[in-house]
T-cell receptor, first 114, second 114 residues
């Protein structure tokens, strides 16, 4: 069975702090994809990144970076120098096997205070 | 592109009434997904279509729920009769070519059943 665990329910930081959101996944598939989505207070789900199981290179996009480690089945997300606009719920998701649907974690609510 | 379009954005109805949610996917996307988001269960897949054909409806809660995709540009999710426990945000998403591609979500429909 596939599963995504985001152990951190809520995180609160002060602006300019760095913050890491954890994501641990379970799958028996050899080919799979991992995703991060952002859900701001307005409610829409915004795609951030997709990673396939064969690409363990870390990725950086501006203040965002992702660390994929197959050895620990983790796909963690770091925001550097956080800003108030980063306040949102962040979801990690997994897609694999014969299906294309996403299995979502429960989400981590990030609050960035000025 | 206009993105995924959902209507209505908000729906308030009384228990027992029929509810129809509508979705227009992004043009050219072959996959369409319906998700439901609640505080208790998080984001869960209800059903998804590939080329207008339902592929997996195992997430549909019960017979009161039905979904159709009569053509590539339109899908409906119907609840009949509605119950208070159906209150949730319903998201439609679409993706291109393969279900492993990133899914683009609509703004969601917030359903309240009194």
């Amino acid at each position: 069975a596939q599963k995504v665990t985001q152990a951190q329910t809520e995180i609160s930081v002060v602006e300019k702090e760095d913050v890491t959101l954890d994501c641990v996944y379970e799958t028996r598939d050899t080919t799979y994809y991992l995703f991060w989505y952002k859900q701001p207070p307005s409610g829409e789900l915004v795609f951030l990144i997709r990673r396939n199981s064969f690409d363990e290179q870390n990725e950086i996009s501006g203040r965002y970076s992702w660390n994929f480690q197959k050895s620990t089945s983790s796909f963690n997300f770091t925001i550097t120098a956080s800003q108030v606009v980063d306040s949102a719920v962040y979801f990690c998701a997994l897609s694999g096997g014969s299906q294309g649907n996403l299995i979502f974690g429960k989400g981590t609510k990030l609050s960035v205070k000025p | 592109d206009a993105g995924v379009i959902q209507s209505p954005r908000h729906e308030v109805t009384e228990m027992g009434q029929e509810v129809t949610l509508r979705c227009k996917p992004i043009s050219g996307h072959d996959y369409l997904f319906w998700y439901r988001q609640t505080m208790m269960r998080g984001l869960e897949l209800l059903i998804y279509f590939n080329n207008n054909v339902p592929i997996d409806d195992s997430g549909m809660p019960e017979d009161r729920f039905s979904a159709k995709m009569p053509n590539a540009s339109f899908s409906t999710l119907k609840i009949q009769p509605s119950e208070p426990r159906d209150s949730a945000v319903y998201f439609c998403a679409s993706s291109q070519t393969s279900g492993y591609n990133e899914q683009f979500f609509g703004p969601g429909t917030r359903l309240t059943v009194l």
